[in-house]
């Protein structure tokens, strides 16, 4: 089983798709990796030589920034913006939508299960009689 960045890469997948487990490595630059390296992006990843692993290890290493490094790099990111008071930051604090999404309808990932306010068989009654 190939370990890299401290990710255990799926043994039956290719090669290029299974970097994309890493955090940080998407579709391209996986292809690109792979393409660099000269590994046909068909293999699956549990054919790889030991030196092929060894090699997409120190390469991913030293040219990406990746996993914990890359995670902690956003949230402070993150942190900053809310430190500086700036929108972006206040939105992140409120947790609201950042990048300009409505928030009359949808937003309900970031705002939570939507709370409906029910009103009681008293109050309805007594808006009827007119007080």
């Not at 902690?72 to 700036?86: A, F, G, P, T, Y």
């Amino acid at each position: 089983m190939a370990r890299i960045a401290g990710v255990d890469l799926p043994r039956n997948k290719r090669v290029d798709i299974a970097l994309t487990y890493i955090y940080g490595i998407g579709r391209h630059n996986a292809s690109k990796l792979v393409h660099d390296l000269n590994i046909d992006p068909a293999k699956k990843v549990e054919s790889l030589a030991e030196d092929e692993i060894s090699q997409l290890r120190t390469t991913i290493t030293q040219e990406y920034k990746v996993e914990g490094d890359l995670r902690r790099e956003v949230d402070q990111n993150i942190k900053r913006l809310m430190d500086i008071n700036s929108y972006r930051g206040l939105r992140h604090r409120r947790q609201l939508p950042v990048r300009g999404q409505r928030t009359s309808t949808n937003a309900r990932t970031r705002k939570g299960k939507a709370r409906t306010i029910s009103v009681g068989r008293k109050s309805k009654e007594a808006a009827r009689k007119g007080g």
